[in-house]
T-cell receptor
Framework: AAGVIQSPRHLIKEKRETATLKCYPI?????VYWYQQGPGQDPQFLIS???????DKGSIPDRFSAQQFSDYHSELNMSSLELGDSALYFC???????????FGPGTRLTVT | AQKVTQAQTEISVVEKEDVTLDCVYE???????LFWYKQPPSGELVFLIR??????QNEISGRYSWNFQKSTSSFNFTITASQVVDSAVYFC?????????????FGSGTQLTVLP
């Protein structure tokens, strides 16, 4: 079965640089979520999109932005990176009308 | 606001022992969904189960079982005859639907180590 695809899997950036993370949801899933998981922490909700429209916003810094495109893939853009942005970033998707979220393998971002 | 508490930070058992992971949740909403996810050392988050607030039936899937009790706001997870491959961090999560928003609120996770 198809799963959520995230790229890149690992990313190393320097402070003040910009990063773009990509997510390809499971086909026919209508909702995409982004989460941030710091070392030893639980995942924290950042933002979600339902049918390409932003549906909810969590603790996402103003330096971050995201969008969902016509083909349903989503990108998380992170600017002015800080050391504290080092984390595992998950994308998840949900089938239409369902509440379980299926997570991708994550992108491990390291800011040096 | 929603909150999920997993009081057990770490649990260590010997293979073939049974183990129960506790989860207590808080919400003022009457409609909500509860989940368990597994995060093995490789890092991915694996969906295990979803329960809605109107369905208090317990569920068994192989060696896994879940006990949902609204009276105590608990959704506990039991692994029977644990195996080394069960070693992982287990997260309990809560979702309260609001329009199209369905974000998950996670507990802090329980690190389960199964020793051979």
């Amino acid at each position: 079965a198809a799963g959520v695809i995230q790229s890149p899997r690992h990313l190393i950036k320097e402070k003040r640089e910009t990063a773009t993370l990509k997510c390809y949801p499971i086909p026919r899933h209508d909702t995409v979520y982004w989460y941030q998981q710091g070392p030893g922490q639980d995942p924290q909700f950042l933002i979600s999109f339902y049918e390409k429209m932003q549906s909810d916003k969590g603790s996402i810094p103003d330096r971050f932005s995201a969008q969902q495109f016509s083909d349903y893939h989503s990108e998380l853009n992170m600017s002015s990176l800080e050391l504290g942005d080092s984390a595992l970033y998950f994308c998840a998707s949900s089938p239409q009308g369902q509440y379980e979220q299926y997570f991708g393998p994550g992108t491990r971002l390291t800011v040096t | 606001a929603q909150k999920v508490t997993q009081a057990q930070t770490e649990i260590s058992v010997v293979e073939k022992e049974d183990v129960t992971l506790d989860c207590v949740y808080e919400t003022r909403d009457t409609t909500y969904y509860l989940f368990w996810y597994k995060q093995p050392p490789s890092g991915e988050l694996v969906f295990l189960i979803r329960r809605n607030s109107f369905d208090e039936q317990n569920e068994i899937s192989g060696r896994y079982s879940w006990n949902f009790q609204k009276s105590t706001s608990s959704f506990n997870f039991t692994i029977t005859a644990s195996q080394v491959v069960d070693s992982a961090v287990y997260f309990c999560a809560l979702s309260v639907p609001s329009g199209s928003a369905r974000q998950l609120t996670f507990g802090s996770g329980t690190q389960l180590t199964v020793l051979p």
